[in-house]
C-alpha cells in the first residue's frame, strides 16, 4: 500500500527581549551557568511574577502577522511536570486561552501558494538547559538554569503538511516571517527557534488522521527533514506488517539516523493545566490590537516592492533578497555605502550567496561587511580593480573579513590604466602574436580576443581591459 505523511509542527521562539518573560533577569547568551537567575525564575516560595510586555507585544505581532483571531481575554496556566532543569516543577503557559487562534500562513510550494492552518498562538517561559559531559562513561549532568524564564512563543500548526517540499516551505517561511517581525533573529546554533515535529501516515487519498509520533527537540531544518523521511518508512512498514503505532515521543539520533523512543505520549490533562493564580486574566482592548497592528514592521512583501520602486532592481533580484531578512539588511547597508544597487544585487546573487550555500552559513554568520562588499564594487566602478581580480579577492574577503583595500594593497592588484605601461605589453603581444596579428587585420575580430589575453597574462591581470583593446586596435590599424 502506497502512504502519504500527515505533517503537524510545533515551532518554539525565543524572543529578542532584554529581560526574561516573568522577570528582570537578562537572557543574554553565553554567559556564566547560572548567573542569570534570581528567586522568581529559580521558582522560590512565595515571589510573584510580573509579565513583560515586549513579550506580550512580539506574540500579539506573531498572532496578527500569522492571520489568527487575537483574544480579548487571555489567560496564562499552569503546566505542571518534573523536568531537572524546570526549577518550579511547572510551566507558565497558555492552553484554553491563548493570545492567538485558528490563523494561516501561505507558503510557496512547486510554483503554488499552499495555505496552511495555524491552530494557536502562545507565549510561555522556557525552561534551563541540562549539560551533558563530553566523556563516555560520565553518570551525572550539570543544569544551567539561565535560559529558565526566557520569554518564548510556541506557535502550533495544524497537519496540514504531506511532503518533505511542504514542511521545508513552512520552516523556511515562518522563519523569515518572525526575522521580519523582528521578534528573534532565529539563531538555529544557539537554540533560539526549535521544531517539533507531529508525524502520521496514511493510505494516500485517504483523509484520515492516525496515530502520531512527537518528534522533540529539532535545531535545523535538515535533522527535521530527515525525522519526516525516517518515521514515513517506520510507520509504513509497521502498518504493512499489520502493526499499531503508538502515540509517543521520540527524540532523534543522529549518530544512527533514526528515532528512538522517549517516553509515552502526555495529553493535556497529564499536565493539570490550571489557571495560574498569580497572573489574573487579562483584557487585550482593541485599540490596542490595531495599535500593534499599524506599528508592524516593514514585512517581505512590502520591501519587494520598495527595493523593485526604490532601487530598480528587476522582480527577480527583488524576490531573491527579501527572501531573507538578514540578506535584505545586508543588501540595504551595502547600497546605503556605495549606491549601485544593481551591481551589488549581481554580486551577492552570485558569488555570495553560493559562497554560503557551499559553507552552509547564514549570511550573519560571515564575517564580511556589507560596507566591504560595497567598496569591492566601487573599486571595480572606479577601474581601480578589474573584475576578474574582484572575483579572486572575494573568498579572502568572505572568510577573513578584510576590507578589499587592503587585500589590494597587500597583493599589488591595483589595475593599471596608465597608457604608456600597459603599451609595453601591448607591443609584446604584437611581436610575439603574429598569426593573430594577421588573422585580425584579414577581418577576423575574434582574433584580438587572443592578443588581449597575452596583455592581461603579462601584466598579471592589472591592465585596463578597456585600455588594452583601444591600444590594441589603434595599433593593428597603425601597422
Sequence with gaps: MRYEPVIGMEVHVELSTHSKCFCGCSIEFGAEPNTQTCPICLG?????PVLNETALEYTLRTAIALNCRVNRSSQFERKNYYYPDLPKNYQISQLRKNLGDDGWLDIPVNNS??????????LEEDAGKLVHPEFSGADYSLVDLNRAGTPLIEIVSKPDMHSDDEALAYMETLKNLLQYLEISDCNMHEGRL????????????????????????????????????HEVKRQSLAYDRGETIAQETRLWDEAAGVTRTMRSKERANDYRYFPEPDLPLFEISEQR??????????LREAKMARFI??????????????????LSDYYEQAVQAHRNPK??????????????????????????????????????DD??????????IFPEMFETGKAPEAIVEERGLKQVSDTSQIETFVDQAIAANAKAVDDYRKGNPKALGALVGFVMKASRGQANPAVVNELLEKKLKQS
Design 44 to 48: 522560590m516560595p512565595g515571589v510573584l
Design 113 to 122: 501558494t499552499l495555505r496552511i492552518g495555524i491552530d494557536n498562538v502562545h
Design 309 to 326: 520602486g526604490e532601487y530598480g532592481l528587476p522582480e527577480y533580484d527583488a524576490a531573491l533578497i527579501t527572501n531573507s531578512k538578514p
Design 343 to 380: 551591481s551589488i544585487s549581481n554580486w551577492i546573487m552570485t558569488e555570495l550567496l553560493r559562497r554560503l550555500k557551499e559553507t552552509e552559513n547564514e549570511i550573519t554568520d560571515v564575517p564580511m561587511k556589507p560596507q566591504h562588499l560595497a567598496s569591492l564594487v566601487k573599486l571595480v
Design 194 to 229: 526549535r521544531f517539533e515535529a507531529n508525524i502520521s501516515v496514511r493510505p494516500e487519498g485517504s483523509d484520515e488522521l492516525r496515530t502520531k509520533v512527537e518528534i522533540k527537540n529539532l535545531n535545523s531544518m535538515r535533522t527535521v527533514l530527515r525525522c519526516i523521511e
Design 383 to 392: 577601474n581601480t580593480l578589474s573584475l576578474p581580480m574582484a572575483k579572486k
Design 289 to 298: 490590537i490595531e495599535e500593534v497592528r499599524r506599528h508592524l514592521p516593514e
